[in-house]
Structures are given as structure tokens and as C-alpha cells.
């Protein structure tokens, strides 16, 4: 069964880190892209960012960039985001998400098909 | 970074009922449309992707269409476990960009 399990939200202050992981199961991350969304409190979903199945092309929304990474560990078959100076508007719940397609695809065909369960951050004093 | 328009942003509707939700971009996306369900407390669910293809698993009465900068998404017949948000989402350009949503709730 194809999954996705995140982890490692939590309670930061503001100007804090926080790394946040999460693990697949049932396929292997470099066969497809791989996703962060985020939702904050009672709000609509916000794209973050996005690493290809290759590993080698990272894309970030311009409200994380330079403060957010994303990466993935093969090894592991995890995938992960790396939040520095976090700020009270990060605070939302985090989804890691797969792209339907993998190889052969581009990236924008296809949608995200498989959602983690999420993960909570609150960015708060 | 394209814009997206849902309209409406909530209506009442029964079982059995059909729906219609639109979903206007702010430029030229090349189909690259996709539509996603949301459950109270649960992950959103993707159910059409690049405008009109369904999902393998999802039920037959959902069904997309549109081109150029608008779209739609139908369900015909609700059924209990439609009474969710919808989002819109574009995979054309990044930033990918969502439609801020369309509540589905019971008459």
C-alpha cells in the first residue's frame, strides 16, 4: 500500500527551526516528484514546495524561499523540510504529497494523489 | 503567479443533487487543471487531474471539463461524503496555486 507518514510538527518560537519528515511506504522517492502543502487555521491550501523525482530541481513558494529546504533521503525513502526563521504565518498544518506520475511525465501532469496525514505547526511566543 | 477564481465559495445542496463548481485562471494553463475534495479533518483527495481525467478509484459521478481559463467541476447525484471543500489547483507554472475553495454543505 502506497503511503505517506509525516512528523516532527510541534510548538516553535518565532525565529526557531523545525524539521519536518515524512516517510514512504509502497513506491520509492525517486520515481516520482514530491510535495509540500501546507493549510493554515480555517484557510485554503498553499502550495510550498516541490522536489523532482531526480533530486536535482527544488521549486519554493516565494514566502519560504531562503528559509525553507526541502530534500529527501533515498536511503531512507524519506523525504524532508527544513523550516529556519519561522515566523507566526507559518504556522499551518503540513502535508507531504506524490506526484501521480513518475518517469516519462512531466512534472505539472497528473496532480498529487497520495497525502500524508499531516503534521501541525505552530509558530507562536 | 496565476490567480484562481472558484465561484461559489459555498452552497447548500441535497442528496441526488447535481453540482456545478467553476474555477476561472489568470492566464492560459494548458489543461494542467486539477480538482481535489477535502473532508472535515482529513487530507484533500485528488479526484480529476489535468482537466477532465479521473482518477483511477474515484465514483463516475464526478466529472471535469473546461478549457483556455475556465473550468468546472460536476458531481452529479451528491452523496453524503461529497459534503466537503473543493479546491481547484493549477500544476501549469510554478508557484502551483489553489483556488481558495467551495464548501459543500446539506440543505
Known amino acids: 500500500e502506497v503511503q505517506l507518514v509525516e512528523s516532527g510538527g510541534g510548538l516553535v518560537q518565532p525565529g526557531g527551526s523545525l524539521r519536518l519528515s515524512c516517510k514512504a511506504s509502497g513506491f520509492t522517492l525517486n520515481t516520482y516528484d514530491m510535495t509540500w502543502v501546507r493549510q493554515a487555521p480555517g484557510k485554503g491550501l498553499e502550495w510550498v514546495s516541490t522536489v523532482s523525482r531526480s533530486g536535482d530541481i527544488t521549486y519554493y513558494a516565494d514566502s519560504v524561499k531562503g528559509r525553507f529546504t526541502i530534500s529527501r533521503d533515498i536511503s531512507k525513502n524519506t523525504l524532508y523540510l527544513q523550516m529556519n526563521t519561522l515566523r507566526g504565518d507559518d504556522t499551518a498544518v503540513y502535508y507531504c504529497a506524490k506526484g501521480q506520475f513518475g518517469s516519462g511525465y512531466p512534472s505539472s501532469f497528473g496532480g498529487l494523489d497520495v497525502w500524508g496525514q499531516g503534521t501541525t505547526v505552530s509558530v507562536s511566543s | 503567479d496565476i490567480q484562481m477564481t472558484q465561484s461559489p465559495l459555498s452552497l447548500a445542496a441535497s442528496v441526488g443533487d447535481r453540482v456545478t463548481i467553476t474555477c476561472r485562471t489568470s492566464?492560459?494553463?494548458?489543461?494542467?487543471l486539477n480538482w481535489y475534495r477535502q473532508r472535515p479533518g482529513k487530507a484533500p483527495e485528488l479526484l480529476i487531474y489535468?482537466?477532465?481525467s479521473l482518477r483511477t478509484g474515484v465514483p463516475s459521478r464526478f466529472r471535469g471539463s473546461g478549457s483556455g481559463t475556465d473550468f468546472t467541476l460536476t458531481i452529479d447525484s451528491l452523496q453524503a461524503e461529497d459534503f466537503a471543500i473543493y479546491y481547484c489547483q493549477q500544476s501549469h507554472l510554478t508557484p502551483w496555486t489553489f483556488g481558495q475553495g467551495t464548501k459543500v454543505e446539506i440543505k
Open positions: 492566464q492560459m494553463i494548458s489543461s494542467y
Open positions: 489535468t482537466t477532465s
